[in-house]
């Protein structure tokens, strides 16, 4: 059965105090990784997909990576706009749903 | 671009009247779009994998006959939920797939209140 687990559960960064979420995983043929921001009332947010093992992506002050075991979101020098849910979540073939993980609330404090 | 709109963004209803929820990729075709619930504070809930012309498939535990999905077009689903009580009442997502890349593209959602 794939899984997803992703840590911490909630993060408190000060503004510009930088640090990475963890999103570990185990899937029966990975075809994806996405990473995706929750802002409260509102739908998930698309970041980024990662393929294989090595990947990296980066946008803005965010950069997600992956190994075939884990993949890891950095923040760099957040700022209190970052605040919101990350998560995670794989893929194992075309048509079969998203396996979530339960999610990081990032609070990023002035 | 892969946009996906939701309508209504809320809605109110009595309880025992069924309410109507659209789910539209406005840039892309979708051959499968998803449903999903989400309480207070909870991770996003799987309901049912829609796939345009055919029957959705329902997650263990969600009752068919009172969240009716039809995908009738490769840009449009739409969840009914029938007969509608209080526990109803929760934040309801759709999702549309972008084939291509295998990558997935959430509406805004639909605060479902049922009084």
């Known amino acids: 059965e794939d899984q997803v687990t992703q840590s911490p559960e909630a993060l408190r960064l000060q503004e510009g105090e930088s640090s990475s979420l963890n999103c570990s995983y185990t899937?029966?043929?990975?075809?994806?990784l996405f990473w995706y921001r929750q802002d409260p009332g509102k739908g998930p947010e698309f970041l980024f997909t990662?393929?294989?093992a090595g990947e990296e992506k980066e946008k803005e002050r965010l950069k997600a990576t992956l190994t075939k075991k884990e993949s890891f979101l950095h923040i760099t020098a957040p700022k209190p706009e970052d605040s919101a849910t990350y998560l995670c979540?794989?893929?194992?073939?075309?048509?079969?749903?998203?396996?979530f993980g339960k999610g990081t609330r990032l609070s990023v404090i002035a | 671009g892969a946009v996906v709109s939701q309508h209504p963004s809320w809605v109110i209803c009595k309880s025992g009247t069924s309410v109507k929820i659209e789910c539209r990729s406005l840039?892309?075709?979708?051959?499968?779009m998803f449903w999903y619930r989400q309480f207070p504070k909870q991770s996003l809930m799987l309901m049912a994998t829609?796939?345009?012309?055919?029957?959705?498939?329902?997650e263990q535990g969600v009752e068919k006959d009172k969240f009716l999905i039809n995908h009738a077009s490769l840009t449009l689903s739409t969840l009914t939920v029938t007969s509608a009580h209080p526990e109803d009442s929760s934040f309801y997502i759709c999702?549309?797939?972008?084939?291509?890349?295998?990558?997935?593209?959430f509406g805004p959602g639909t605060r479902l209140t049922v009084t």
């Open positions: 999702s549309a797939d972008l084939s291509s890349s295998y990558e997935q593209y």
């Open positions: 899937v029966s043929g990975l075809r994806g």
């Open positions: 990662l393929y294989s």
């Open positions: 979540a794989v893929r194992n073939s075309g048509n079969t749903p998203l396996v």
């Open positions: 840039d892309f075709q979708a051959t499968t």
């Open positions: 829609s796939n345009e012309g055919s029957k959705a498939t329902y």
